[in-house]
């Protein structure tokens, strides 16, 4: 598990790179090959301890962070989407693997794999992923229902204050919105969307809120995603179920549920939530064994 997440996020970088060098117009895994990737993160997640996972990710992570220092600081030799943004191509997606990480980390008490990760989450200075932070804290102190309340209060605050980004978003939002069909366009197929608004083309390649891409791409088949959600977000008991939050709360801005290393770390929190919850169960009602 360590390797594999230590891993994860330099072959997201290698990826990108191949990407931008062959100038092909695409981003990641996407379609069906990101639905069997995420179903085998999920199942990843069922029958291991995420521990090493974890330590794996803030590993490669905290490279990517160090990376990221440096981009900031002028360089500028590893393809990008934008900076500062380390081996994950785009600075928002980095800080928010980086908060959930480090939630998880937190949860588990490794706070000695965290640091050299801080840099990258301080610079690229993203609010989504304090939001994250937030929704996290405010789960473990008041419950899943004062962590909801404090992201509806928080995104109220953020939409208040719009800028040119937060106005691309709620376009992309009305945009798909506006497109659903009952038995959706097809896995990946947002990705493909090109559209005109007062004369200026616009190629969002998410939706930036995965509910509603998914909504859009596979229709009334997004449902069991949805319940794999609302499942692990009611397994308020496991150490792991706080960066679960943080990851439901990103999917509402963001797009985690289709970059290889966000997904990863959400599909094998879900896995491993409604597994352990389920596990938990058994052996508790299970009878006491006779000692003879």
Partial sequence: MFWLGASLPILNWLSFSLIASAEIPARELNGEWLL??????????????????????????SLSSLIAVAQWMGW??????????????????????????????????????????VPGLVIAQSRGAYLVLLAALIGRIFGWRGAVLAVLAAACVLLTFVGVSDADRLLFWAVAWQQLEWLGHGPGEFSNMVFNVGGVIHYPGHVHNDYLQLAYELGVFAAPIYLVYAVALTRTRSKYWLPFVGFATSSLFFFPFYNGVTGLIGATLAGHLIYHDRMQRISRDAPAMEVR
């Fill in 36 to 61: 069997f990737f995420l179903a085998c993160s999920f199942v990843i997640g069922a029958g291991n301890d995420l521990r090493g996972l974890f330590r794996g990710l803030s590993a490669s992570l």
């Fill in 76 to 117: 500028v030799s590893i393809d990008s989407y934008n900076f500062p943004a380390g081996l994950l191509y785009n600075s928002a997606i980095h800080a928010c693997a980086i908060s959930l990480v480090i939630t998880a980390l937190a949860c588990a008490g490794d706070w000695r794999f965290m640091p050299l990760m």
